[in-house]
């Protein structure tokens, strides 16, 4: 008598594994957006009575003149045109030490990178300095006049670095 031929069961394969990607030690384009916003917050906090205590008396004299009917002596439009200069350049100061002194500091990051753990470090992971933490901050101009774009590199660098970094040579680190 001829015996069957036995059918086995299909074998299955175990599902693959799915390995979680391993997560970018670099601060990237988001996290950094969201940091700028912070920082952005705390500048203006900051620089909101000053603009006040520079302003005021100027709109006040806007007012006077507004009431007058009359019109805007020279005299008057340069004491306007330097009391918005020098609160434009008060703030382009205390914007650029804000960022240098805080980047170069033991926290090496501003309070918005502070609060979401990121640094600063040089290409070797260590502090910048002073002038690396300046160089920084003026390259960041460039970012702006080139309609941040330098800014959205960030985004698309394999160790998440903007233009301003590049130039510098630091990276943005998670830790």
Same mark, same amino acid.
């Given at each position: 008598m001829v015996q069957p031929a036995q059918v086995s069961a299909p074998v299955y394969a175990p599902p693959a594994v799915y390995v979680a990607a391993t997560p970018s030690p670099y601060g990237g384009f988001w996290i950094r957006l969201l940091a700028y916003i912070i920082d952005r917050i705390v500048l203006s906090v900051v620089a909101t009575p000053f603009f006040f205590i520079l302003a005021l008396p100027t709109i006040s004299k806007i007012a006077h003149e507004a009431e007058q009917n009359q019109e805007p002596s020279p005299e008057f439009v340069f004491s306007v045109l330097g009391a918005l200069s020098t609160f434009i350049v008060l703030v382009f100061i205390g914007y650029w030490l804000y960022e240098a002194l805080l980047t170069s500091s033991a926290w090496q990051g501003t309070v918005g990178k502070r609060i979401l753990r990121l640094k600063v470090t040089d290409e070797a992971g260590n502090r910048i300095g002073f002038g690396r933490a300046t160089s920084r901050f003026f390259a960041? !101009?460039?970012? +702006? !006049? @080139? *309609? +941040? @774009?330098? *800014? @959205?590199?960030?985004a698309f660098t394999d160790r998440k670095r903007a233009l301003h970094d590049m130039i510098a040579g630091t990276l943005v680190m998670k830790y």
């Open positions: 960041k !101009l460039l970012s +702006y !006049l @080139i *309609f +941040y @774009i330098g *800014f @959205i590199m960030a």
